[in-house]
């Protein structure tokens, strides 16, 4: 599901900024992360890690559906340098297990892990 330029976009040692929006009771809510922050599995899913997210977490245990925008400025796009992606997926939060052992690891500040099952990824740049 994940292509080439995605994973690039990702693993892009400059740091990009990673949006997630959801939708709540009172409309859309929107948080950030960095791309470094993000481990894509084998399953191709994402694991983000997250300190607050409170109303992230709140509104997705109603509606578990995400979009996130996805961009570098580094790396080529269809015309040029920089490319996007708006990611859709489903989600669940992640508090024990492997992953979010790991994950803690890397990042002593969490108290969850948002996992995203990538539904569908389309480059906009």
């Known amino acids: 599901m994940l292509n080439e330029k995605l994973l690039d ?3 892009h040692p400059a740091d990009g900024c990673i949006s997630i929006v959801t939708s709540g ?7 950030n992360t960095w791309n470094s922050y993000i481990e894509v599995t ?6 983000i890690p997250a300190a607050g997210f409170n109303k992230t977490e709140k509104n997705l245990s109603t509606h578990n559906n995400v979009l996130l925008s996805i961009a570098s400025r ?4 269809y015309r040029g340098k920089g490319t996007g992606f ?16 790991r994950m803690k690891e890397k990042f002593s ?3 969850t892990v948002l996992e995203v099952t990538v539904t ?6």
């Open 109 to 111: 500040w969490i108290r």
């Open 74 to 77: 580094e790396i080529d796009g």
């Open 25 to 31: 009771d009172d409309g859309p809510h929107l948080v």
């Open 86 to 101: 708006i990611v859709k997926g489903t989600t669940r939060f992640i508090t024990s297990g492997e992953d979010f052992d």
């Open 42 to 47: 084998p399953e191709d899913k994402l694991l």
């Open 9 to 11: 976009v990702l693993s």
């Open 120 to 125: 569908s990824a389309k480059q906009m740049l």
